[in-house]
């Protein structure tokens, strides 16, 4: 009898003892979870880089190449927003049609995008196409204009327009010239798979070549059939500093006060995915509006 109570009393004891670890346990976890939330709230707010003063601007904010919010910032105060808590730094993309798309990297429970007015473009011209076959262009802005491109076209009495500063990317055949422009240079890449190796397909060559991973293709489709060369000259124009472009052009001997060389100064802007490019998904301008300037 005696032996069965104390089987009893140890049984209880080891009872009382599990629950005790049991309900520390649960409130533990209940405590740590109270102590560390699921979001946090974010104060966000955007402003003008020239001015400095707050704007209603649209903004998305992304983590590891997914969208987690968005929302519109106040030209009035900050725009609270939920994140997680776990995470410190966050990328945050503008989009407005006035302002130039960028993605910031930020963290911290209070953030301050900047944002910069996309530039009006005017043009200056210096020289004459019966004068002299150099001619210079001066390109001014009252605000900022990003990542500069022009694409040429020319009359039929004009054999050729060229500057050797702005060579176009399928010009560049060697590593030296490649690397020297600002491109990338990418050696010959034979790549055989699993099934190469079995027999079953070819190999995949890639030859060597001159190429930019930060941005498209000129000219843009809008442009396509309406010129004859673009070149990337990969220069921002601000408020403060101008641009110069140099047009070297060769002509025959019949060149006249008809003839001409019509330029379309291009702009680029931010992508979501944080690339240069000349146009949307869609094929539409993006940044300022094409400049069209003739030279005669």
Sequence with gaps: MART???????????LIGGGIAIYIIYFKSNNQTQQPISKDVLVEAIDGYTKQKISINFTVIYNETIIGHDVTR???YTKISLPSNINNFQYFISSPIYYTDMDLLGGNKVTITAWKIGNISVQQIGRLNESNHILLNLTSNYNNREISICVRWSDNIINVFNDNYKQIRELSNQLDCIEAGYIWFPENIDCGFWCKMGFKDKIISSQHCSSTNITKLPPHRLVGKIDRCFYIKK????????????????????NNNDFIRVYIIDSNNNFKNVYV?????????GAKDIEFVIK
Excluded: A, C, P, R
């Design 278 to 286: 000349f146009e949307d998904e869609n094929g539409n301008d993006v």
């Design 236 to 255: 921002d124009i601000t408020n403060t500093q101008s641009l110069l472009i140099d047009l070297f052009h060769k002509s025959y001997s019949t060149l």
């Design 75 to 77: 030209n009035d105060s």
């Design 5 to 15: 109570l104390l089987i009893i009393g140890i049984l209880l004891f080891i009872i």
